[in-house]
């Protein structure tokens, strides 16, 4: 059973950046297809970004517009997400995923919300 | 990109009911459909994967159908625990996209 496992919330300024980190147990980071989806306040879900198995590359929502990056390392098994320059509506709770079968979220962190304040 | 439209935003329903949430594609995205439950607080659970393959645990009342662009979640039998917020996502091609959501309130 795979087991997600983020850090905790942060608040930053304008203009800052956050990473947050997803620790995964039960599996290996290089078994999971991982994904990251957020959650704004009063709002829906938004997919952020992820590993596509079958072009084995990290894809991202255009609406980030080159502000987001997705990392991995494998020797801790931990995946990262960043998010740079930081506006007001980047508050969200933001939650790591993984898709055993490359098609449907199956897994998911406890989230870390991030609040962006001056 | 694909986009998902939910119906209804938002429906009220009582212990027993029989509903039916529906989900459009923008395009055919075949059977590439889940289904997830997010309750405050917590993560969002997957319900329905393939359109209308039950997430193991997740109890038999909840059922999907549906194939290329129109698909529909049906909880037969309403119970106190399944008052939530519920999302369509389509995996079909990248970015994946979820749908607006339908609350389910009493």
């Known amino acids: 059973q795979v087991h997600l496992v983020q850090s905790g919330a942060a608040v930053k300024k304008p203009g800052a950046s956050v990473k947050v980190s997803c620790k995964v147990s039960g599996y290996t980071l290089s078994e999971l297809p991982m994904h990251w989806v957020r959650q704004a306040p009063g709002k829906g879900l938004e997919w952020m970004g992820g590993?596509?198995?079958?072009?084995?590359?990290?894809m991202y929502a255009q609406i980030f517009h080159g502000r987001l990056t997705l990392t991995e390392d494998t020797s801790t098994d931990t995946a990262y997400m960043e998010l740079t320059s930081l506006r007001s509506e980047d508050t969200a709770i933001y939650f790591c995923a993984s898709s055993l079968d490359g098609s449907a979220i199956d897994s998911w962190g406890q989230g870390t919300l991030v609040t962006v304040s001056s | 990109d694909i986009q998902m439209t939910q119906s209804p935003s938002s429906l009220s329903a009582s212990v027993g009911d029989r509903v039916t949430i529906t989900c459009r594609a923008s395009q055919s995205i075949s059977s590439y459909l889940n289904w997830y439950q997010l309750k405050p607080g917590k993560a969002p659970k997957l319900l329905l994967y393939a359109a209308s393959s039950l997430q193991s645990g997740v109890p038999s009342r909840f059922s999907g159908s549906g194939s290329g662009a129109d698909f529909a979640l049906t909880i037969s039998s309403l119970q106190p625990e399944d008052f939530a917020t519920y999302f369509c996502q389509q995996s079909y091609s990248s970015p994946w996209t979820f749908g607006q959501g339908t609350k389910l309130e009493i």
């Open positions: 590993f596509d198995p079958d072009d084995g590359e990290t």
